[in-house]
Nanobody
Framework: QVQLVESGGGLVQPGGSLKLSCTIS????????IAWFRQAPGKEREGVSY???????TEYGESVKGRFTISRGVKNTVYLDMVSLKPEDTAVYYC?????????????????WGQGTQVTVSS
């Protein structure tokens, strides 16, 4: 069984920064890729970023390229560094894990999800 717990969300002003954490527990064999998704009210869940743990390959959504950075920390933690935040970045952010994920930004390709953390960008 794989469990994911997100943390680090909060309220930040436009142009500010936040660092989200995703702590993963469970059998390593069950998760080789970790992704961050977000979902704003009334919108579909959107792929934000992805890291393939076997080789460090990363992907980013077009709207966050150059502003967000995904990385792996120690002890089964994956981070999402977010800078130059915009009001349109406001959403609940989820981390997800899977053994493969053929399409990195397709939510249905992930078997394991965290409960989400709220990020609000507002003045």
């Amino acid at each position: 069984q794989v469990q994911l717990v997100e943390s680090g969300g909060g309220l930040v002003q436009p142009g500010g920064s936040l660092k989200l954490s995703c702590t993963i527990s469970g059998s390593l064999i069950d998760w080789h890729v970790i992704a961050w998704f977000r979902q704003a009210p009334g919108k579909e869940r959107e792929g934000v970023s992805y890291i393939r743990l076997t080789d460090g390959h990363t992907e980013y959504g077009e709207s966050v390229k150059g502003r967000f950075t995904i990385s792996r920390g120690v002890k089964n933690t994956v981070y999402l560094d977010m800078v130059s935040l915009k009001p349109e970045d406001t959403a609940v952010y989820y981390c997800a894990a899977d053994a493969l994920a053929l399409t990195w930004n397709k939510p249905d390709d992930y078997d394991y999800w965290g409960q989400g953390t709220q990020v609000t960008v507002s003045s």
